[in-house]
């Protein structure tokens, strides 16, 4: 099992020096920990020196399994599902410009909130099928580099739009691009699954990202969510992504991090996982 | 162990012949599906016909261990914590209100999102000092009358006053009334308290009032809770309280009605209940 963690690369928009510096410290801890990999928050990836990441990641022997995108909603709300086309087709050209930059570092595109949530005015059906047009037409561009996007199922509170891994199939359906498929979020999968395990299974060869945080979003092993079964429903339908810490910077985001590791670290080996690594 | 469901008796304010019609129509499909009780949500005790109710539930064998308040909220933004005085007084003098309608019915009051949310311009602080000062004079006055009031930890996306068991018990210990206590509501816990079951015990003897839902908010059986262990602390803890259901009507309102207490009996059951009565 391979283990990764959420880093945004965001602030390199407002302070540049502080961005080198922050980033490569926190790849240096990062790698330090015992990750395989880091996750990249990119809000615009016009704004990242894609050739200084790659050696930056390297130098720490860091791969990237995959790029964040819900930036551009948080702060720009960019959205699939927004009832202006202008901010549509924004959203839809951001996803391609991340394209070139996950084929570089060969990782998939996550959509997370970047599909919007249902505005007012708009009917939970139009949201859907504008969700759907939007990501087969970056399926279709993506897939010319031989990049995969993951559509991550989002708990109730924060959008309607795709809430289970039932829904997520469903819609994965619909657009009918191989080069799409689901992120797993387990916080979420808590509060929308019926059974979180039965889900993990359906999602199958599907299942392209896994995202981790503990019942309460803390770090794994500070809630009451059993990892190990979820571990060993991933080993025996072989998965073979990354399983990627994003969870609440609590009590700090040095201590989570490391806690994350070690507990998930100590499942993965009782699950006869050969690529173990030394915990530090 | 007992228990009952949530029951709104907001339409009598709106449709008087309804009213009646629906409220007995659903107090005796309640009673038939071998409830013990039915929690009463009431936006404004003055619109109530009180001993009307009394009559018409005791009709049916039916007790109401605890009145909801959160309409006040829902409907017409009353709140504790609300920058607006005259706002903030009007939620207290309406949980004043419920005070001669609950020593009639023996139900305690229960403050869920009639603590109100935080607001622009208003610090948590200062909100959880408006809510203190709330309680205390509210508790006040329903001590005269022997009324208990059960404060509702809420979970982080619906409020950021008082998440967790934690959380509920410090604030009891402020305002310093024996008549506070706490409603611990499973869907909730899920999403906030790191054990389930450690903080149904930490509880203690603050814990007032039980609402049941499933992990994804249907009736309890429809997702990945398991009610046996809660239901066995609770009988440990010697919890004589009511086990309330409030969950959506998925698929409907009637179904999971009658597929929650035939999954809580069968705990309840197996925890060696003796006051079991037939489901059917």
């Given at each position: 099992m391979k283990f990764s963690i959420v880093l945004s690369v965001q602030q390199a928009r407002f302070v540049a020096v502080a961005f080198k510096g922050n980033l490569e410290g926190n790849l240096a801890k990062i790698a330090g920990w015992g990750y395989d990999g880091v996750e990249l928050a990119i809000?615009?990836?016009?704004?990242?020196?894609v050739e200084a990441l790659v050696d930056l990641v390297a130098a720490y022997g860091l791969v990237v399994p995959a790029i964040g995108t819900g930036q551009a909603w948080g702060?720009?709300?960019?959205?699939?599902?927004?009832?202006?086309p202008a901010v549509r087709r924004a959203a839809i050209e951001r996803t391609k410009a991340h394209i070139p930059v996950a084929r570089r570092l060969d990782a998939l595109i996550i959509i997370g909130l970047l599909r919007g949530l249902v505005q007012p005015g708009v009917s939970q059906a139009q949201a859907l099928d504008w969700t759907v047009a939007a990501l087969a037409e970056c399926c279709t561009e993506a897939a010319q580099s031989g990049v995969r996007i993951a559509l991550e199922p989002i708990n109730r509170y924060e959008t309607t739009?795709?809430?289970?891994v039932a829904e997520g199939l469903e819609l994965i359906d619909r657009v009918g691009a191989d080069n799409l498929g689901l992120l797993f979020d387990t916080f979420h999968a808590n509060i929308e699954e019926p059974s979180i395990e039965d889900s993990l299974l359906a999602?199958?060869?599907?299942?392209f990202h896994v995202h981790v945080a503990d019942s309460n979003r803390?770090?794994?092993?500070?809630?009451?969510?059993?990892f190990a079964p979820l571990l060993d429903v991933m080993a025996r339908s072989g998965y073979a992504g990354f399983v990627s810490g994003e969870f609440?910077?609590?009590?700090d985001a040095d201590t989570a991090a490391l806690r994350a590791i070690a507990h998930l670290r100590s499942f993965a080996a009782a699950a006869g996982d050969r690529n173990r690594r030394p915990v530090g």
């Open positions: 809000r615009d990836p016009q704004a990242v020196d702060e720009e709300r960019l959205s699939y599902s927004d009832p202006d739009l795709i809430n289970t999602a199958g060869n599907r299942l803390w770090y794994p092993g500070a809630g009451h969510l059993d609440m910077p609590r009590p």
